[in-house]
């Protein structure tokens, strides 16, 4: 079975542009989770989705916005890009009940000019 | 606030040896969560911590958890080469249905 994946896997941009990542989940999970990774820290909640449904928002400013679609794929898009943007932004899927833990994808790689 | 931090940080230890990696988080986390993340890759559930006194194992690794101290702790057993790679863990928010990771432990194992 196909893991969780992303696309694209790098992407450069310069500052003030926007950006549209994307990510596919495991067949069978309805829950999508995205995170910030900046070289050598831990991963930074950003939103999480169920149901096409918003269910949680990290602190990031409204330029971070996402959507989930019927298929349950997920769009995180960033406005106004800023060189602090640049990182590894992952997406996590799961089934959704409490106990199950979130399958990460291989991430986008996203550097700011 | 949820906040979890892990000690240490960096990690270098020979092969054959034992360690042990702590997460101390600071309120109640609905459950805990042990990741691997190799250089440039993504991150490997390796276990999932759900009650007081759980105990898992896999391969050299185990893992544990104490709520009433709030701390987790990743033992290595005998350790190898491939055992080298960062290891993050995560409490979990069920209200506000997030991970919180911890700042990562750099564990360089050497022949």
């Known amino acids: 079975d196909a893991g969780v994946t992303q696309s694209p896997t790098h992407l450069i941009k310069t500052r003030g542009q926007h950006v549209t990542l994307r990510c596919s989940p495991i067949?069978?999970?309805?829950?999508v989770s995205w995170y910030q990774q900046v070289l050598g820290q831990g991963p930074q909640f950003i939103f999480q989705?169920?149901?096409?449904?918003?269910?949680g928002r990290g602190n990031f400013p409204d330029r971070f916005s996402a959507r989930q679609f019927p298929n349950y794929s997920s769009e995180l898009n960033v406005n106004a890009l800023l060189l602090g943007d640049s990182a590894l932004y992952l997406c996590?899927?799961?089934?959704?009940?409490?106990?199950?833990?979130?399958?990460f994808g291989d991430g986008t790689r996203l550097s700011i000019l | 606030e949820l906040k979890v931090e892990q000690n240490p940080l960096f990690l270098s230890m020979q092969e054959g040896k034992n360690y042990t990696i702590y997460c101390n988080y600071s309120?109640?986390?609905?459950?805990l969560y042990w990741y691997r993340q190799d250089p440039g890759k993504s991150l490997e559930s390796l276990f999932v911590?759900?009650?007081?006194?759980a105990v898992k194992q896999e391969g050299r690794l185990m893992a544990s958890l104490d709520t009433k101290a709030r701390l987790s702790t990743l033992h290595i057993t005998a350790a190898v080469h491939d055992l080298s790679a960062t290891y993050f863990c995560?409490?979990?928010?069920?209200?506000?249905?997030?991970?919180?990771f911890g700042q990562g432990t750099r564990l360089t194992i050497n022949p």
């Open positions: 989705y169920y149901e096409k449904e918003e269910r």
């Open positions: 309120t109640t986390s609905d459950r």
């Open positions: 996590a899927s799961s089934l959704g009940s409490s106990n199950q833990p979130q399958h």
């Open positions: 067949s069978g999970h309805k829950s």
């Open positions: 911590l759900l009650s007081n006194g």
């Open positions: 995560a409490g979990y928010l069920q209200g506000a249905q997030k991970l919180v």
